[in-house]
């Protein structure tokens, strides 16, 4: 940004000012203080106070001890008592008439190291007491020292006592000794040509700190290097000041030199900022912050205090740019069936969630399923926790399998693909809203739709059935593992029951799920029924599992033996895979009967543990299949005009057993059980499916009407979905000569949009690599050559601030996702002000791409205020904060010059595609620069 300054700064000024600008501290070294002192603006770049360098200067010609080289307290204290001596060395320097005299004094003085405070923390060597020959070295290599008169270097000596030094606070190595050319004739007769002065030397009229909040969040020297220039007045800018609580207003006084108030816990909504004030704590403070309880009275006078200090001290500027025209574009995207059908998908495993383990699931952040597979931490919790339907004896089934795996080190519960897919996407987004917000703008592996294969589909009804398809496969891959697993368990059951025998004979695992799966609550009659086969075809049976049943099996000579070999066999593997902790356990087994029949009962439950979650899966399999299914059929009868018998299964209905029109339709989608729409949203709303046996949850949210699903322009599936294809139609019929800006929010959906961007054949740039390469690439782009299009991640801080002013479109791929209204509007406005600045000679529009009935319409409806509503009133009168889905699109289309028309990705470019992700999945090219701008006409 420190070009963009100067450049702005000559814009405006002209010649009047003199600027100089300093990007490095390779730079600051070649400035003499004659310079300095005849500039009129400084621009400096904050990354010179990163520079250990700097500090080790600084300290150097204070004559004051070192600084560590960590931020922090420790370093403030230091950095204090350095800017005292300095103050001294200035005097020295500058208080003197005759020439040369003044230079003389400062080399004298760091040569003394006058200002050097042998008991500061700096200087302190904490080292165990030395003995005999070590004590003699030390001693003698002290007193060496001590004699050694020509060292003027102040910063860690070499020998002994620089090993001693706390390793924060050694210097990195090499160093000139004279930076500031004090040994040079040149500045000894006129100290005004002295080099490399430290900025705390002078006295400044105003320190203008630009975009000051990034320097608060990066908790380095920085913040200290800024705080403690001096000048007669400080200016703090930035577009996004934080404000939220009583910690936000204290870090912008902080750079003001305001003392706000001590740190309290409770001031804060903030994680990282707890995290970061407890690494500064000693151990005493922090039991003194868990002592300390302050009353609600003391935190309100806080408020008013940081309140005060607002009132007083910031200034919101409203820039005047209301004359630069700008408008505001709303596209609001109906999501076809199969979208909007993966998009509810996924809200209601998330709402499935439970909620005390959702967090653990979004933090899990897994990078590659083998990892979560081998944690299998937060997926196992994750899993239980899909159990809560089985009410009888869940809890103690959960508690009991969790330490069986642990110690046998026995059955690896090994996740359903489903099961992994899901954490899979989670784990990629901080929150359940992040993951719905990517899904309405993409496709993703959760989907379980393979990206690749979907480019031959080019229709909704296909698309649909491509799903129905993979669900389906996805069912009889779970009814086939629950097949081969029922057996396993119920050869253990046996085992159990007569040769070891049960802890409490009322409760018998086993027996407990074959009772269940035929009376507790869950799934519905398809998949009681389903279950129910797979447990006669495996022979459990009520009968089976008796005690009798037992006796008969074990009847025959030999086979109590086999069993028993076997279950000794499978132990010693299973204590070989868990290492040296299981030994024991298993020698106390073989000499402890009791011991050993609990640990096979334990090997059971984790089995049975293993049945419930299978049996639950496939509840939610069949499920997802009649959903997908219906939603398929009602994609045909939009379509191709096929009737749909669907007839209301409420006793009480308006419709007796009637067919219904498909206007009429309401489907479940966490079930996908349909009716007629009245009866089946008065049962969600308290909370029961329409469908008698069904124990799946309803929610009138979660109610789809069938006349929904299918719009008249639901022709087309495309690779990346409705949104992306918009995009890249929208880009496509920009103006030729017209620059944009696309703004994503997350890192997983901008990678997801550059990829579709390539695949659309639209040229364009992302700032990636070292800070340098950033700039560079933003300055390129700044020139108007190359790409026209500018992809953008709002939070990404490289490009904050920056004048973009050669563009005058702006994309937001969707609404920004804000904790606060605030932060909201303010990075709102910072990414909209890139291009709505003076400067800007042409119309600026801000197009927005919304998806309709998904988190997406919500967060815009919330942060704007607004409504969006599918028809006008009827009255006319209108209410101020709704926006028309009609009129909205009609404008859009105005600004535009005609309707945007969805394309897919070319055939070959999905090819392409699809090797290089063969090569690295997820890996994408830095930087992609596709130039086929032009040949917009051949495609269409
Ligand atoms: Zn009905
Ligand atoms: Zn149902």
Redesign the pocket.
């Known amino acids: 940004l420190c070009k963009q300054w100067e450049k702005e700064v000559r814009k405006f000024c002209g010649s009047k000012l003199s600027v100089c600008v300093v990007t490095s501290k390779a730079e600051l070294n070649k400035l003499t203080v004659r310079t300095v002192l005849n500039c009129d603006i400084l621009i400096m770049s904050v990354t010179v106070y990163k520079s250990d360098a700097y500090w080790e200067t600084l300290a150097h010609i204070a004559a004051a001890n070192p600084l560590p080289n960590r931020a922090g307290r420790f370093f403030n204290a230091a950095l204090k008592k350095s800017l005292e001596a300095l103050k001294n060395r200035v005097r020295e320097l500058t208080g003197h008439e005759e020439e040369g005299e003044g230079i003389r004094k400062l080399v004298r003085s760091i040569k003394n190291r006058v200002d050097f405070d042998d008991s500061h923390l700096t200087t302190h060597k904490a080292r165990s007491r030395l003995k005999g020959k070590a004590y003699m070295d030390a001693k003698a290599a002290d007193d060496d020292e001590d004699d050694d008169d020509d060292v003027v270097v102040v910063g860690a000596k070499k020998g002994v006592k620089g090993k001693a030094l706390p390793k924060e606070l050694q210097t990195s190595g090499k160093k000139d000794p004279d930076p500031w050319g004090l040994t040079t004739s040149l500045v000894q007769r006129d100290w005004h040509n002295m080099k490399c002065p430290p900025l705390e030397m002078f006295m400044w009229n105003r320190v203008i700190v630009d975009e000051f909040h990034y320097i608060g969040e990066t908790m380095d020297r920085t913040l200290a290097g800024v705080t403690s220039l001096q000048a007669r007045s400080k200016w703090i800018l930035s577009g996004t000041p934080p404000t939220a609580d009583f910690a936000d207003v204290k870090s912008i006084a902080v750079f003001l030199n305001v003392h706000l108030g001590v740190d309290d816990d409770a001031d804060t909504t903030k994680d990282s900022v707890r995290k970061a004030r407890e690494k500064m704590r000693t151990a005493a403070e922090k039991f003194n912050n868990f002592r300390e309880m302050h009353s609600p009275a003391w935190h309100h006078r806080r408020q008013q205090v940081a309140q005060r200090f607002l009132d007083r001290f910031v200034r919101s500027n409203e820039p005047e740019i209301g004359e630069l025209p700008c408008a505001h574009l709303i596209k609001p995207i109906r999501l076809p069936a199969a979208e909007s059908a993966l998009y509810l998908e996924l809200a209601h495993a998330i709402e499935n969630l439970d909620l005390r383990h959702q967090r653990k699931v979004f933090k899990a952040r897994p990078k590659t399923k083998a990892k979560i597979a081998a944690k299998g931490k937060a997926g196992d919790d994750f899993i239980v926790d899909l159990d809560s339907d089985d009410s009888d004896g869940g809890k103690k089934k959960k508690k009991a399998a969790a330490p069986a795996k642990r110690k046998q080190g026995e059955p690896q519960l090994e996740m359903s693909h489903r099961d992994q897919r899901l954490i899979d996407t989670l784990g990629s987004s901080a929150s359940p809203e992040e993951a719905l917000l990517k899904r309405a703008s993409v496709y993703d592996d959760f989907a379980g739709v393979d990206l690749d294969a979907m480019e031959g589909v080019n229709n909704a009804i296909k698309a649909c059935e491509y799903i129905v398809r993979e669900r389906r496969k996805q069912l009889a891959d779970c009814r086939e593992q629950l097949k081969r697993e029922l057996p396993v368990a119920l050869e253990q059951h046996l085992l159990v029951l007569h040769h070891f025998g049960y802890r409490d004979e009322n409760r018998q695992a086993f027996a407990d799920f074959v009772r269940n799966a035929h009376n507790a609550a869950w799934g519905d009659r398809e998949s009681k029924q389903m279950v129910r086969e797979l447990l006669d075809a495996a022979n459990c049976t009520q009968a089976s599992v008796s005690r009798a049943a037992a006796k008969a099996h074990f009847a025959a000579p030999g086979v109590l033996q086999a069993a028993l070999k076997r279950r000794a066999k499978e132990r010693a593997a299973a204590e070989k895979g868990s290492g040296g902790g299981g030994d024991d356990e298993g020698k106390k087994a073989k000499v402890d009967a009791k011991a050993a029949a609990w640990a096979e009962e334990y090997h059971l439950r984790a089995l049975v543990h293993q049945l419930t979650r299978l049996r639950n899966e496939l509840v939610g399999r069949v499920n997802a299949l009649r959903f997908f299914s219906m939603i398929r059929d009602c994609q045909r009868a939009h379509l191709e005009g096929v009737h749909v018998e669907v007839v209301?299964p409420?006793a009480k209905?308006?419709?007796a057993g009637a067919s219904l029109p498909l206007d009429e339709v309401s489907i479940s989608s966490t079930c996908g059980h349909t009716?007629?729409s009245?009866?089946?949203l008065r049962e969600a709303y308290i909370g029961k499916c329409?469908t008698e046996g069904c124990a799946a949850l309803a929610k009138p949210t979660s109610i789809v009407h069938a006349s929904s699903l299918g719009a008249e322009d639901d022709g087309k599936a495309t690779r990346y979905g409705t949104k992306l294809a918009l995009l890249g139609a929208l880009l496509r019929r920009l103006p030729a000569d017209e620059r944009a800006l696309v703004f994503c929010q997350f890192e997983t959906l901008t990678a997801t949009v550059a990829e579709a961007l390539s695949a659309y054949g639209i040229s364009f740039v992302q700032l990636t690599g070292t800070a340098r390469k950033r700039s560079e690439l933003l300055e390129a782009y700044q020139q108007e050559t190359g790409a026209r299009v500018l992809l953008l991640n709002v939070e990404d801080e490289s490009a904050a601030g920056s004048n973009l002013t050669v563009a005058n479109h702006v994309v937001f791929v969707g609404p920004l996702l804000k904790q606060e209204q605030q932060q909201y509007d303010a990075t709102m406005t910072q990414a909209i002000g890139r291009c709505v600045r003076y400067g800007q000679l042409k119309k600026v529009h801000v197009w927005r791409l919304v998806s309709m009935q998904t988190i997406d319409q919500d967060t815009l409806e919330r942060r704007e205020r607004k409504q969006i509503v599918q028809r006008a009133d009827v009255d006319g009168n209108e209410a101020e904060d709704t926006l028309v889905v009609e009129e909205l699109e009609q404008r859009f289309a105005d600004a535009l010059g005609g309707p945007l028309v969805i394309q897919d990705v070319a055939a070959g470019v999905g090819k392409r595609k699809r090797e290089e992700e063969t090569v690295g999945r997820r890996k994408r090219p830095a930087k992609r620069v596709v130039d086929s701008d032009d040949d917009d006409d051949d495609e269409e």
């Open positions: 209301c409420a209905c308006a419709h009716g007629c009245t009866c089946v329409i």
